[in-house]
Antibody, heavy 123, light 107 residues
């Protein structure tokens, strides 16, 4: 079992930056690949980025590539998402979630989720 | 990117009904297909992964099937707690993608 708590959301103007955090407790954070998934108001789910358990590999949604950076600190059991050059279309609830591996791994994807943190990009 | 298309988008049903939701992938995802349930204001909850593996703690009235590009989620006897939105999701290749969702409403 692992508990995830996101923080760092808020209202920000277009073009500005925000850093989200996801604090993990209850299990071995470092054995999970970690993802960010977002959901715009009234819309469906959209995968955003992933980092492997060891921090070596990362992948991004094309529309955030070059603007968002995922990172993790396994000593602090924390995942981050640095979001730069924010756009109105980035407005969403951002969730962190686990998977057993970064590709074709044994076990369920997105087994554990946080409660989400709302990011609103508006002038 | 692999596009995931669910049908129907909305489904009206009664308690006790058998319900089936279909998910089609734009290319084969092999066995790498999961289903999630989401209730308003809550994070999604995984129901099924690897097409048909029931996640621990999920009631056995939920089942998944299919292969390649066409998949189904079936609820054998709809319960009051099952009224929610359901998403399929492929995890064979990045970007991992979700269907647009199927809202199961009370008839």
């Amino acid at each position: 079992q692992v508990q995830l708590v996101e923080s760092g959301g808020g209202v920000v103007q277009p073009g500005r930056s925000l850093r989200l955090s996801c604090a993990a407790s209850g299990s071995t954070f470092s054995r999970f690949a970690m993802h960010w998934v977002r959901q715009a108001p009234g819309e469906g789910l959209q995968w955003v980025a992933v980092m492997s358990h060891d921090g070596i590999n990362e992948y991004y949604l094309d529309s955030v590539k070059g603007r968002f950076t995922i990172s993790r600190d396994n000593s602090r059991n924390t995942l981050y998402l640095q979001m730069n050059s924010l756009r109105p279309e980035d407005t969403a609830v951002y969730y962190c979630a686990t998977s057993p591996g970064i590709a074709l791994a044994v076990g369920p994807p997105f087994e554990y989720w946080g409660l989400g943190t709302l990011v609103t990009v508006s002038s | 990117d692999i596009q995931m298309t669910q049908s129907p988008s909305t489904l009206s049903a009664s308690v006790g009904d058998r319900v089936t939701i279909t998910c089609r992938a734009s290319q084969s995802v092999s066995k790498w297909l999961a289903w999630f349930q989401q209730k308003p204001g809550k994070a999604p909850n995984i129901l099924i992964y690897d097409v048909s593996r029931l996640q621990g703690g999920v009631p056995s009235r939920f089942s998944g099937g299919g292969s390649g590009t066409e998949f189904t989620l079936t609820i054998s006897s709809l319960q009051p707690d099952d009224f929610a939105t359901y998403y399929c999701q492929q995890y064979v290749t990045f970007p991992w993608t979700f269907g647009q969702g199927t809202k199961v409403e009370i008839k």
